[in-house]
């Protein structure tokens, strides 16, 4: 069996006041290296035609 490693820098707010990591952040690492592992092997990691950039579908109020 093959082994994928990825560093993920973490961050001072992923942590709370007693220097643990947070809860959630540990689903968000485990997306980052799904997404990473599927960039490894050539997969798509956006839908066709969509771009990394924040887009609004209308007024923000």
Known sequence: M???VIEVPL???DMD???HL???MYFRLLEE???QWFAHF???TLP???HRSL???GAIS
């Open 42 to 44: 050539g997969f798509p």
């Open 11 to 13: 961050r001072w707010g």
């Open 2 to 4: 093959k082994h994928f």
């Open 22 to 24: 947070n809860n959630v």
């Open 33 to 35: 290296a799904r997404i």
């Open 55 to 57: 887009r609004t579908r």
């Open 48 to 50: 066709l035609g969509e």
């Open 17 to 19: 006041a007693m220097s």
